[in-house]
C-alpha cells in the first residue's frame, strides 16, 4: 500500500486493491514467467510515483523454497517535492504463529526487521525487510516518532487515522497536519495482544522523500542457502535475462521483424496475462430451484430460491485485475491458448482445477463467484448461478492444443524423467518442470485418462440440458441433433457469451448456431482424445464419430440460409420455425471452428461477409455485428458493433489452419483477408496501448478507440498469438 503523504486529500485515495477508477496512468508487468520471476511498473501520476516491483523465487529446500521482492519508487516529476508513505504488511492464518524479532522502539524499528514463523505447509521461516543504501528520509519527524525507522502495527487504516487524532490535540497542530501530514499519518508503534492472544499480523509504515527502495525476503529454514539482499540483486539481473531469450525462443517476435517497442508490448501482453492467476477458495450461490431438464415458463433469468454451496477451490487466469478478478469459463479457454504456449504444465495445472468443478451432472458455472471478497466486485443480480445454464466450452480448444503440442512432442526422442530429482532450481530444470506433460508421454494419456470422464459427463449434460426441440415445432432434419442456450432474456443471452448479440424473441423453440458449431467442435475432440485412450474406449470413438456427423449434417439443414447467405440462428413466429438472421459474429461460428471444408461453397459467402466493410470488415478488426444490421449500435452496444480480441483470433485461426495453406477454390482470397485483419489487429491493439498505456476490453469499430474495462489483459492477450502467428 502506498499515498502521496505530502498532501493531506491523498490519503483519501490511498493504494491498495487494484481498482479501475484509481486514475493511475498506467500499470502492469513488464516481465513474468508465471513462476519465478515477475516485474511490474505502476506509474501513479496523481501521487507523482512511479513504483516497481520485481519478484523472484529460488526453489529449494522442503517447503517450496524462498522468495524475494524489491520495492523502489521514482518520482514522475523530480522537480516537484515528493514525501512517499508505503506500507507492507503480512500475517498468517489457521495453525502457525508469526512473531517479530527486532527490537521495539515506540519511535519505530530500525532497519533491517525480522519476522520469525511457522505454519505446517512452510516449516519454520524468517522474513527480512531492508531499507536500500540511498534512501532519503523527512527530516522533521515528530517528538514521538522517527521517520528515519520504520512505524509498525496490525491494524492499519483504522490505526493510522485512530493515531493521526490522538496526536492531534491543538489548531497548531491541525495546521500542521495540513501541510505535513506525513508527521501524522503513521502507524501507532504498538502492540495490542490481549490475555493470551499472540499477535499474527504486522504491518510496517516507510516514509520517503524522494526515491526509495527496500526489499522483503522470505527464507524457508529448510534451504541450505537462504537468499540474501546480493542474491535478490543477482537474480533479478539473471532472471530478466533469461526471461527475454526464452521470449524470443518461443515468439520469434523479433526474427518476424518486430522491432524492440513491439516485443515489449508482446511481453506486457503475455506477463499480464500470467500476472492475473489467481487461486480462489470459498462458496458460490446457485439456484438448484428449477428443473434443468424442464423447459423455461417465463425468460427473466430471476432467482428463487438461492443458497451458499460448499466451498470450492479454483487456480486460474482472470480477464481484468481491477474489474473482473474471477474465472469466467467463457474467457479462460481462451487465456489457456496463450499460458500453454509458454508453460505447458501451468495450464495443465489450470485446467485440472476446472475440470475438477464439473459437478455430477456434468454442470459447471460459468462464473466462478467464490468467497466473500469475490461477491463484492460482482452485483447482486449477477451473483446466483443456475445448473441448467451453460457457457461456451472453451477449455476444449485449450485441451485441443495441448493435443497438438503433445503429438508436435511425440515426434521427438521422449526424456525419460526421475521422478525422485525433482527440485528444480537451473533454468534447464525449469524448461523439464514446465514441459513434463509433453517429456512424458505416459504421464500425459494419464492425464488424459483422468479428465476424460469428467468431459465426457458435461459433453452429456450439454446434449440433454441444451436440447433444442424439432418435431414439437414440425422442424425436420436428417437427426435429432440441435440445440440452444438455456437462461435467454428478451435483451440478452449472457451464457452464449455474446451477451446483447441480436437473438430471436426468447422462446423454447429457439435454435442457436453457435451452440451447435460448439457442440460440433467438442464432440470431434472427445473423439480425438477416447482414440488416445485405446481399446477400452473403442465405443466412445464410434458413438462421437456418429454424433458429430449427425450435428454437422444439420449444421446445414437447420441453419443455413440460402436467401441471406449465412447461417442464422432459429426462433418462432406464431409458433412456426423462422430463420433470425443477423450477419455478425454468430454467422462466423462455423467457419471459425472449422467446421467448413475449404472447398465449401459457402465459405465463399462467409468471406465475402468478413471482406465487406458495408458489414464486418473495419481497419481495426471484424465488427460484432454487420453495420447494415437495424440493431447495429443500438441499446447497450457491447457485442452490437464493437472488436472483440477473441472472435478475431478466432477468424485468424481458422482462416491460418484450415484454408490458406491447404488447397481449395477460396485459397487466395482467405490469405488475403488473413494478411489484412492481422495487421490490422496488431497495429490497433499496439495503438492504443501506446496512446493510452492499457490493452482494453474491446475497441470501437468507428475509430479503434479502446473501450470497456482496462487493463484487459486476458483474451486481449491473443494479439501476441496474431503477432506470432501460433494458431
Given at each position: 500500500?502506498?499515498?502521496?503523504?505530502?498532501h493531506?486529500?491523498?490519503f483519501?485515495?490511498?493504494?491498495?486493491?487494484?481498482?479501475?477508477?484509481?486514475?493511475?496512468?498506467?500499470?502492469g508487468?513488464n516481465?513474468?514467467?508465471?513462476?519465478?520471476?515477475?516485474?511490474?511498473?505502476?506509474?501513479?501520476k496523481?501521487?507523482?510515483?512511479?513504483?516497481?516491483?520485481?519478484?523472484?523465487?529460488i526453489?529449494?529446500?522442503?517447503?517450496?523454497?524462498?522468495?524475494?521482492?524489491?520495492?523502489?519508487?521514482?518520482?514522475?516529476?523530480d522537480?516537484?517535492?515528493?514525501?512517499?508513505?508505503v506500507?507492507?504488511?503480512?500475517?498468517?492464518?489457521?495453525?502457525?504463529?508469526?512473531?517479530?524479532?527486532?527490537?521495539?522502539n515506540?519511535?519505530?524499528?530500525?532497519?533491517p526487521?525480522?519476522?520469525?514463523?511457522?505454519?505446517?505447509?512452510l516449516?519454520?521461516?524468517?522474513?527480512?525487510?531492508?531499507?536500500?543504501?540511498l534512501?532519503?528520509?523527512?527530516?522533521?519527524?515528530?517528538?514521538?516518532?522517527?521517520?528515519?525507522?520504520?512505524?509498525?502495527?496490525?491494524?492499519v487504516?483504522?490505526?493510522i487515522?485512530?493515531?493521526?487524532?490522538?496526536?492531534v490535540t491543538?489548531?497548531?497542530?491541525?495546521?500542521?497536519?495540513i501541510?505535513?501530514?506525513?508527521?501524522?499519518?503513521?502507524?501507532?508503534?504498538?502492540?495490542?495482544?490481549?490475555?493470551?492472544?499472540?499477535?499474527n499480523?504486522?504491518?510496517?509504515?516507510?516514509?520517503?522523500?524522494?526515491?526509495?527502495?527496500?526489499d522483503?525476503?522470505?527464507?524457508?529454514?529448510?534451504?541450505?542457502?537462504?537468499?540474501?539482499?546480493?542474491?535478490?540483486?543477482?537474480?533479478?539481473?539473471?532472471?530478466?535475462?533469461?526471461?527475454n531469450n526464452?521470449?524470443?525462443?518461443t515468439?520469434?517476435?523479433?526474427?518476424?521483424?518486430?522491432?524492440q517497442?513491439?516485443?515489449?508490448?508482446?511481453?506486457?501482453?503475455?506477463s499480464?496475462?500470467?500476472?492475473?492467476i489467481?487461486?480462489?477458495?470459498?462458496?458460490?450461490?446457485?439456484?438448484?430451484?428449477?428443473p434443468?431438464?424442464?423447459?423455461?415458463?417465463?425468460?427473466?433469468?430471476?432467482?428463487?430460491?438461492?443458497?451458499?454451496?460448499?466451498?470450492?477451490?479454483?487456480?486460474t487466469?482472470?480477464?481484468?485485475?481491477?474489474?473482473?478478478?474471477?474465472?469466467?469459463?467463457?474467457?479462460?479457454?481462451?487465456?489457456?491458448?496463450?499460458?500453454?504456449?509458454?508453460?505447458?504444465?501451468?495450464?495443465?495445472?489450470?485446467l485440472?482445477?476446472?475440470?475438477?468443478?464439473?459437478?455430477?451432472?456434468?454442470?459447471?458455472?460459468?462464473?466462478q463467484?467464490l468467497?466473500?471478497?469475490?461477491?463484492?466486485?460482482?452485483?447482486?443480480?449477477?451473483?446466483?448461478?443456475?445448473?441448467?445454464?451453460?457457457?461456451?466450452?472453451?477449455?476444449?480448444?485449450?485441451?485441443?492444443?495441448?493435443?497438438?503440442?503433445?503429438?508436435?512432442?511425440?515426434?521427438?526422442?521422449?526424456?525419460?524423467?526421475?521422478?525422485?530429482?525433482?527440485?528444480?532450481?537451473?533454468?534447464?530444470?525449469?524448461?523439464?518442470?514446465?514441459n513434463?506433460?509433453?517429456?512424458?508421454?505416459?504421464?500425459?494419456i494419464q492425464?488424459?485418462?483422468?479428465?476424460y470422464?469428467?468431459?465426457?459427463?458435461?459433453?452429456?449434460?450439454f446434449?440433454?440440458?441444451?436440447?433444442?426441440?424439432?418435431?414439437?415445432?414440425?422442424?425436420?432434419?436428417?437427426?435429432?441433433?440441435?440445440?440452444?442456450?438455456?437462461?435467454?432474456?428478451?435483451?440478452?443471452?449472457?451464457?452464449?457469451?455474446?451477451?446483447?448479440?441480436?437473438r430471436?424473441e426468447p422462446?423454447?423453440?429457439?435454435?442457436?448456431?453457435?451452440?451447435?458449431?460448439?457442440?460440433?467442435?467438442?464432440t470431434?475432440l472427445?473423439?480425438?482424445?477416447?482414440?488416445?485412450?485405446?481399446?477400452?474406449?473403442?465405443?466412445?470413438?464410434?458413438?462421437?464419430?456418429?454424433?458429430?456427423?449427425?450435428?454437422?449434417?444439420?449444421?446445414?439443414?437447420?441453419?443455413?440460409?440460402?436467401?441471406?447467405?449465412?447461417y442464422?440462428?432459429?426462433?418462432l413466429?406464431?409458433?412456426?420455425?423462422i430463420h433470425?438472421?443477423?450477419?455478425?459474429?454468430?454467422?462466423?461460428?462455423?467457419?471459425?471452428?472449422?467446421?467448413?471444408?475449404?472447398?465449401?461453397?459457402?465459405?465463399?459467402?462467409?468471406?465475402?461477409?468478413?471482406?465487406?466493410?458495408?458489414?464486418?470488415?473495419?481497419?481495426?478488426g471484424?465488427?460484432?455485428?454487420?453495420?447494415?444490421?437495424?440493431?447495429?449500435?443500438?441499446?447497450?452496444?457491447y457485442?452490437?458493433?464493437?472488436?472483440?480480441?477473441?472472435i478475431?483470433y478466432?477468424?485468424?485461426?481458422?482462416l491460418?489452419?484450415?484454408?490458406?495453406?491447404?488447397p481449395?477454390?477460396?485459397?487466395?482470397?482467405?490469405?488475403?483477408?488473413?494478411?489484412?485483419?492481422?495487421?490490422?489487429?496488431?497495429?490497433?491493439?499496439?495503438?492504443?496501448?501506446?496512446?493510452?498505456?492499457?490493452v482494453?476490453?474491446?475497441?470501437?469499430?468507428?475509430?479503434?478507440?479502446?473501450?470497456?474495462?482496462?487493463?484487459?489483459?486476458?483474451?486481449?492477450?491473443?494479439?501476441?498469438?496474431?503477432?506470432?502467428?501460433d494458431?
Open positions: 500500500m502506498w499515498f502521496d503523504a505530502l493531506f486529500q491523498r483519501e485515495h490511498i493504494r491498495h486493491s487494484c481498482e479501475q477508477g484509481d486514475d493511475v496512468e498506467s500499470y508487468y516481465k513474468h514467467d508465471g513462476r519465478e520471476y515477475a516485474s511490474q511498473e505502476i506509474n501513479d496523481p501521487s507523482n510515483m512511479k513504483i516497481a516491483t520485481e519478484f523472484i523465487k526453489s529449494g529446500g522442503s517447503h517450496g523454497g524462498d522468495w524475494g521482492v524489491r520495492i523502489s519508487g521514482t518520482p514522475i516529476d522537480s516537484v517535492s515528493s514525501v512517499t508513505s506500507l507492507f504488511y503480512v500475517g498468517i492464518e489457521g495453525e502457525g504463529g508469526l512473531d517479530i524479532m527486532s527490537k521495539l515506540r519511535k519505530g524499528i530500525h532497519s526487521i525480522v519476522l520469525e514463523g511457522d505454519s505446517a505447509e516449516g519454520d521461516f524468517d522474513i527480512q525487510i531492508t531499507d536500500g543504501p534512501n532519503m528520509y523527512p527530516r522533521d519527524s515528530s517528538d514521538e516518532q522517527d521517520l528515519h525507522r520504520t512505524q509498525w502495527w496490525a491494524a487504516m483504522k490505526n487515522v485512530d493515531g493521526a487524532r490522538s496526536r491543538d489548531m497548531a497542530k491541525q495546521q500542521d497536519l501541510h505535513k501530514p506525513y508527521r501524522y499519518l503513521t502507524l501507532s508503534n504498538s502492540l495490542d495482544e490481549e490475555g493470551d492472544e499472540v499477535a499480523f504486522y504491518a510496517f509504515q516507510k516514509t520517503f522523500t524522494g526515491d526509495f527502495q527496500f522483503v525476503l522470505f527464507r524457508s529454514k529448510s534451504t541450505e542457502t537462504p537468499i540474501t539482499n546480493e542474491v535478490l540483486n543477482a537474480e533479478i539481473l539473471k532472471r530478466e535475462v533469461d526471461f526464452r521470449f524470443e525462443d515468439f520469434h517476435l523479433s526474427k518476424k521483424g518486430f522491432n517497442e513491439e516485443v515489449r508490448f508482446g511481453q506486457y501482453l503475455l499480464n496475462l500470467l500476472g492475473g489467481g487461486y480462489f477458495h470459498g462458496s458460490s450461490i446457485v439456484d438448484r430451484s428449477h434443468p431438464m424442464e423447459d423455461e415458463e417465463e425468460f427473466h433469468g430471476e432467482p428463487v430460491q438461492p443458497v451458499l454451496t460448499p466451498p470450492q477451490t479454483l487456480f487466469a482472470t480477464p481484468s485485475r481491477p474489474f473482473f478478478p474471477r474465472g469466467f469459463y467463457w474467457d479462460e479457454g481462451f487465456h489457456q491458448l496463450l499460458i500453454g504456449t509458454w508453460d505447458n504444465d501451468l495450464s495443465v495445472d489450470i485440472s482445477h476446472w475440470v475438477s468443478l464439473i459437478d455430477e451432472n456434468g454442470w459447471v458455472a460459468r462464473e463467484i468467497g466473500e471478497e469475490a461477491r463484492s466486485k460482482v452485483p447482486p443480480e449477477f451473483q446466483t448461478q443456475f445448473p441448467h445454464y451453460a457457457n461456451p466450452p472453451t477449455i476444449y480448444m485449450a485441451i485441443k492444443r495441448f493435443i497438438d503440442r503433445l503429438d508436435k512432442a511425440s515426434e521427438v526422442e521422449p526424456f525419460d524423467i526421475d521422478r525422485d530429482q525433482m527440485i528444480m532450481s537451473t533454468t534447464e530444470e525449469q524448461t523439464i518442470v514446465r513434463l506433460h509433453l517429456d512424458n508421454h505416459e504421464l500425459a492425464w488424459l485418462r483422468s479428465i470422464p469428467k468431459l465426457r459427463k458435461n459433453w452429456l449434460w446434449r440433454s440440458t441444451q436440447h433444442g426441440h424439432l418435431e414439437k415445432f414440425g422442424r425436420t432434419a436428417p437427426s435429432n441433433e440441435a440445440y440452444r442456450w438455456r437462461g435467454r432474456t428478451v435483451n440478452h443471452t449472457l451464457t452464449s457469451g455474446l451477451d446483447d448479440y441480436p430471436g422462446s423454447i423453440g429457439e435454435l442457436h448456431v453457435d451452440l451447435h458449431s460448439w457442440m460440433a467442435y467438442v470431434g472427445l473423439k480425438d482424445i477416447s482414440s488416445k485412450l485405446g481399446s477400452d474406449y473403442h465405443t466412445d470413438v464410434q458413438e462421437y464419430t456418429s454424433v458429430q456427423r449427425d450435428i454437422l449434417l444439420n449444421l446445414d439443414v437447420l441453419h443455413w440460409n440460402d436467401e441471406n447467405k449465412m442464422c440462428d432459429q426462433a413466429e406464431d409458433n412456426n420455425p433470425i438472421c443477423h450477419k455478425g459474429y454468430i454467422s462466423l461460428f462455423p467457419m471459425m471452428l472449422g467446421l467448413l471444408p475449404p472447398n465449401s461453397p459457402k465459405l465463399e459467402h462467409i468471406l465475402n461477409m468478413i471482406g465487406n466493410e458495408s458489414e464486418l470488415w473495419t481497419p481495426y471484424l465488427r460484432s455485428l454487420s453495420a447494415s444490421d437495424d440493431f447495429f449500435s443500438k441499446g447497450e452496444n457485442w452490437r458493433g464493437p472488436i472483440w480480441i477473441n478475431n478466432l477468424t485468424l485461426q481458422s491460418y489452419r484450415n484454408y490458406i495453406h491447404v481449395g477454390p477460396h485459397q487466395a482470397h482467405a490469405k488475403t483477408i488473413y494478411i489484412q485483419l492481422r495487421d490490422n489487429i496488431i497495429k490497433n491493439v499496439y495503438k492504443n496501448y501506446r496512446k493510452t498505456g492499457y482494453w476490453e474491446n475497441y470501437a469499430e468507428n475509430d479503434g478507440h479502446g473501450m470497456g474495462s482496462h487493463p484487459f489483459t486476458g483474451w486481449s492477450s491473443l494479439v501476441l498469438l496474431i503477432m506470432a502467428e494458431y
